[in-house]
T-cell receptor, first 114, second 113 residues
Framework: SQTIHQWPATLVQPVGSPLSLECTVEGTSNPNLYWYRQAAGRGLQLLFYSVGIGQISSEVPQNLSASRPQDRQFILSSKKLLLSDSGFYLC?????????????FGDGTRLSIL | SQKIEQNSEALNIQEGKTATLTCNYTNYSPAYLQWYRQDPGRGPVFLLLIRENEKEKRKERLKVTFDTTLKQSLFHITASQPADSATYLCALGGYNQGGKLIFGQGTELSVKP
């Protein structure tokens, strides 16, 4: 069966520090991968989307970047965190090749910027 | 721009009753719509998918309707239980979007015993 892992579960970082959040998927090949941010009481905002290794689409301009160095690994990064980067970050995957597929989410990283 | 609106207020119902959650959208013609459940501090979990040419979908105590004329989906939980308490998110998917979804802000459901 397929599983998705995200870490860390919680993170407290000072303003101006770098960030690296990692997400890995097991049990499937060539998945579509997604990074979302969720503000309190709000829906999910799609940040980045990837259909393959090295292929990243940025959905909103921001202080963050994403990379996909391996088929089932998706990394969210920042060189210098801002206070506005605080939030709940979720990674998700869906099966490649067709639109009519559910997304499967990790349990997220709660990021607090001080 | 595309807009999705779910019940803005939290929904409180009595155990055993039917919960009905609403998802309305504008400026969009989705190919399909999905519903997810999210518990506090957890990622969303997929529940149901309904395509634009389907009027209704059922899964156990869950029922989803999709009216593309009204641009609305209704999500029903029959014989609700306290364990159904969670936030429910609707999400729209479009043609040629490669699986990308647009999510609503969610409706918090509380089922009281």
């Amino acid at each position: 069966s397929q599983t998705i892992h995200q870490w860390p579960a919680t993170l407290v970082q000072p303003v101006g520090s770098p960030l690296s959040l990692e997400c890995t998927v097991e049990g499937t090949s060539n998945p579509n991968l997604y990074w979302y941010r969720q503000a309190a009481g709000r829906g999910l905002q799609l940040l980045f989307y990837s259909v393959g290794i090295g292929q990243i689409s940025s959905e909103v301009p921001q202080n963050l970047s994403a990379s996909r160095p391996q088929d089932r690994q998706f990394i969210l990064s920042s060189k210098k965190l801002l206070l506005s980067d605080s939030g709940f970050y979720l990674c998700a995957w869906s099966a490649w090749g067709t639109a009519y597929q559910p997304q499967h989410f990790g349990d997220g990283t709660r990021l607090s910027i001080l | 721009s595309q807009k999705i609106e779910q019940n803005s207020e939290a929904l409180n119902i009595q155990e055993g009753k039917t919960a009905t959650l609403t998802c309305n959208y504008t400026n969009y013609s989705p190919a399909y719509l999905q519903w997810y459940r999210q518990d506090p501090g957890r990622g969303p979990v997929f529940l149901l998918l309904i395509r634009e040419n389907e009027k209704e979908k059922r899964k156990e105590r869950l029922k989803v309707t999709f009216d593309t004329t009204l641009k609305q989906s209704l999500f029903h939980i029959t014989a609700s239980q306290p364990a159904d308490s969670a936030t429910y998110l609707c999400a729209l998917g479009g043609y040629n979007q490669g699986g990308k979804l647009i999510f609503g802000q969610g409706t918090e459901l509380s089922v009281k015993p």
